[in-house]
């Protein structure tokens, strides 16, 4: 099955960029997601692309997929103190829809 | 996208007692899904709820402790038994949907649960 490999923490300093990192086992993955979880929150979907792509922009958020390296990287432009919160990079593998979770970026955006 | 609503949101129990944990959802669906998020720890996944059948559990899971009703498309329940402080997690329900053509997951505020 798929594992996903993320790092745990992540510190910058409000309005600079923000680059958040995953690495994906399963090269067949059809689609790769980014969640957002706020404390005491749920999980908020934030992005995702499909494999067959190698970038996707939305307003502050760009994501850039690697299949070669079985990569994929979320970078938040103009971080913001509100975007402080825990990042899940997620993919599902094969014929299954349910995707398989890293463990989570905490992301500090400090003034 | 669905709006997922769970109760209890937060809970502190004593060991050896059962809670359940209930997932309501606006629109009808056909799998929910429960995952378990430990304290610093990835999402695992525990059952997958259909209606009109018995739930799918996950390896390492087991129905005698959590055991899943899934009466209707809009509404699951989720029941810790027998607790111990290592079941202190957040549990959260979720459902499948297609987004602009992805099938994404869509996931409740979670139910945070103490064990003491």
């Known amino acids: 099955g798929e594992d996903v490999e993320q790092s745990l923490f992540l510190s910058v300093r409000e309005g600079d960029s923000s680059v958040i990192n995953c690495t994906y086992t399963?090269?067949?993955?059809?689609?790769l997601y980014w969640y957002k979880q706020e404390p005491g929150a749920g999980l908020q979907l934030l992005t995702y692309i499909f494999s067959n792509m190698d970038m996707k922009q939305d307003q502050r958020l760009t994501v850039l997929l690697n299949k070669k390296d079985k990569h994929l990287s979320l970078r938040i432009a103009d971080t913001q103190t509100g975007d402080s919160a825990i990042y899940f990079c997620?993919?599902?593998?094969?014929?299954?829809?349910?995707?398989?979770f890293g463990r989570g970026t905490s992301l500090i955006v400090h003034p | 996208s669905a709006v997922i609503s769970q109760k209890p949101s937060r809970d502190i129990c004593q060991r050896g007692t059962s809670l359940t944990i209930q997932c309501q959802v606006d629109?009808?669906?056909?799998?929910m899904f429960w995952y378990r998020q430990q304290p610093g720890q990835s999402l695992t996944l525990i059952a997958t709820a259909n209606q009109g059948s018995e739930a799918t559990y996950e390896s390492g899971f087991v129905i005698d402790k959590f055991p899943i009703s899934r009466p209707n498309l809009t509404f699951s329940t989720l029941t810790v038994s027998n607790m111990s402080p290592e079941d202190s997690s957040i549990y959260l329900c979720?459902?499948?949907?297609?987004?602009?053509?992805?099938?994404?997951?869509?996931f409740g505020a979670g139910s945070r649960l103490t064990v003491l």
């Open positions: 979720s459902v499948e949907e297609t987004i602009s053509g992805a099938n994404v997951l869509t």
């Open positions: 629109s009808q669906v056909t799998m």
């Open positions: 997620a993919g599902s593998s094969g014929g299954s829809y349910i995707p398989t």
């Open positions: 399963d090269s067949s993955s059809t689609y």
